[in-house]
């Protein structure tokens, strides 16, 4: 019930579906996180900010994967407080 991503054959490719909004993302983010020990988590957010980040490990993981982007697009950005309740 919750979105679907799909991986390509590049680090950017993303295909969504069946995209939840709300509580019910927080709930499966949560259920993956304790079943999967280091995950992180990047969610889109309607805020100003843009973006809720779970945790230094997904902005490392980023700027590992794809530093440009990272230098452009995540300068800056810290882990947000309290990520569950503000996803």
């Given at each position: 019930?919750?979105?679907?991503?799909?991986?390509?054959?590049?680090?950017?490719?993303?295909?969504?579906?069946?995209?939840a909004a709300g509580?019910?993302?927080?709930e499966s983010l949560?259920?993956?996180?304790?079943?999967?020990?280091?995950?992180?988590?990047?969610?889109?957010?309607?805020?100003?900010?843009?973006?809720?980040?779970?945790?230094?490990?997904?902005?490392?993981?980023?700027?590992?994967?794809?530093?440009?982007?990272?230098?452009?697009m995540l300068r800056?950005?810290?882990?947000?407080?309290?990520?569950?309740?503000?996803?």
């Amino acid at each position: 019930d919750g979105a679907v991503a799909y991986a390509g054959d590049a680090f950017d490719e993303l295909v969504f579906e069946r995209v939840a909004a709300g509580s019910v993302v927080a709930e499966s983010l949560q259920v993956i996180a304790a079943a999967v020990p280091g995950v992180s988590f990047g969610a889109e957010i309607n805020a100003a900010d843009g973006i809720a980040i779970s945790s230094q490990t997904y902005l490392d993981t980023i700027r590992r994967h794809n530093p440009v982007f990272a230098d452009k697009m995540l300068r800056g950005r810290t882990p947000t407080d309290n990520f569950f309740a503000t996803v």
